[in-house]
């Protein structure tokens, strides 16, 4: 069984920084492409970042050149620095794992994490 616990969301004012982290259960992570989802009120969840194991790195626009996505493996955790917060980073960041395999492709989720960016 997988599960992803994330933390660090807050209450920030814009310009600010905050960083999440998600810690992962199971034997899946080393395997996974991990990522960070954003799901802001009336709006569906959308790719924020993401990092293969192979640390190839995606990011949404919105988020190149102010936030970065990390991990460890040896600690099954994935981080999300986030710099220079905007009003629109507000929402729930949920930590996703993705294992792909010759079956199919798999999916699981944390339960969220509030971060709110406003003064």
């Known amino acids: 069984q997988v599960q992803l616990v994330e933390s660090g969301g807050d209450l920030v004012q814009p310009g600010g920084s905050l960083r999440l982290s998600c810690a992962a259960s199971?034997?899946?992570?080393?395997?996974?492409?991990m990522g960070w989802y954003r799901q802001a009120p009336g709006n569906q969840r959308e790719l924020v970042a993401a990092?293969?194991?192979?640390?190839?790195?995606n990011y949404a626009d919105s988020a190149k050149g102010r936030f970065t996505i990390s991990r460890d493996n040896a600690r099954n955790t994935v981080s999300l620095e986030m710099k220079s917060l905007k009003p629109e980073d507000t929402g729930v960041y949920y930590c996703n794992a993705k294992l792909t395999t010759y079956q199919g492709i798999y999916n699981y989720w944390g339960q969220g994490t509030q971060v709110t960016v406003s003064s």
């Open positions: 199971g034997s899946i992570f080393s395997r996974s492409t």
């Open positions: 990092i293969t194991n192979g640390d190839s790195t």
